[in-house]
């Protein structure tokens, strides 16, 4: 893994009441205690398998290279489905084989390599029923960052799960059309359209929602009034705002709620 100190990053839906991301980091230390651990969220949906893909697949690049990313959203835990070791171009994923790194796909298809996690004797309890981010997932990446080659934690496989993410559609040449793909703690609602789809063209449209045009500001004290206004926000996607307040809210958007942009 090199001479730096090894990076675990921790995104799970687990929230902070309970033991359950003490207990993964625990076991992370025991095996390696010069590991240092970075927790991206626990506040992910419930069992919100496409709310945890963007968020990783969002994230991942912001951490050196060498990082492992460990991301426990499980519903099918305790089931047939497969724990998977996923290697990019300067990154390492361990997690469910869900869907959870479908974007992580996307992004590092000419570098992806995805081994079947099936080398139990790197796991904590070999027949872990309900906590593999304990028991399986946490030991894995920390054997890992020990330096133990990918291809020992088992074999690679090419039929690993993907979970489709919507893409702007273009009904028209002149217009585009997205949704709402998330909703943040502030609850400003993000959306599939990025500043690239706009192709520099975004002084020169109108965006429309609910029937409604919106203005598109540069950031978020530009607004002028609690109303619903747009912008780009750090990740380069279009995102509905109330200035200091809630956007989701006060204008009851939810996820799937399309949006269009018509070109001038």
């Not at 934690?153 to 893409?167: A, L, S």
Request: with cysteine; proline share 5%.
């Amino acid at each position: 893994m090199g001479d730096k100190r090894p990076l675990i990053t921790l995104t799970t839906d687990f929230g902070y009441k309970d033991p359950f991301v003490g207990q993964m980091k625990g076991v992370i230390k025991g095996i390696n205690p010069e590991v240092d651990i970075v927790d991206i969220t626990h506040s992910i949906s419930p069992y919100n398998i496409r709310e945890a893909a963007l968020v990783i697949g969002l994230s991942y690049r912001y951490f050196p290279s060498k990082t492992v990313h460990v991301v426990v959203v499980d519903p099918g835990v305790g089931s047939q489905r497969r724990p998977i070791l996923v290697v990019g171009e300067n990154h390492y994923f361990i997690g469910p084989d869900n869907g959870v790194f479908s974007l992580v796909y996307q992004k590092e298809k000419q570098f992806l390599k995805v081994y079947e996690i099936t080398a139990d004797h790197y796991f904590v309890e070999k027949n872990s029923p309900t906590f593999q981010g304990r028991d399986l997932f946490a030991p894995v990446a920390a054997w890992l960052t020990k330096g133990v080659l990918s291809s020992n934690f088992g074999d690679e496989i090419n039929d690993y799960r993907t979970i489709p993410f919507p893409e702007p559609e273009r009904p028209t040449r002149k217009a585009l059309e997205g949704e709402v793909i998330y909703i943040d703690h502030f609850g400003n609602a993000i959306t599939n359209i990025s500043r690239d789809h706009l192709n520099d063209k975004a002084g020169n449209c109108r965006i429309v929602f609910k029937g409604n045009t919106l203005k598109l500001k540069r950031f978020y004290s530009e607004a002028e009034d609690k109303g619903l206004y747009c912008l780009f926000n750090s990740h380069g996607l279009l995102e509905l705002f109330v200035y200091r307040g809630n956007a989701a809210k006060d204008f009851q958007i939810q996820i799937g709620d399309r949006i269009g942009i018509i070109f001038i």
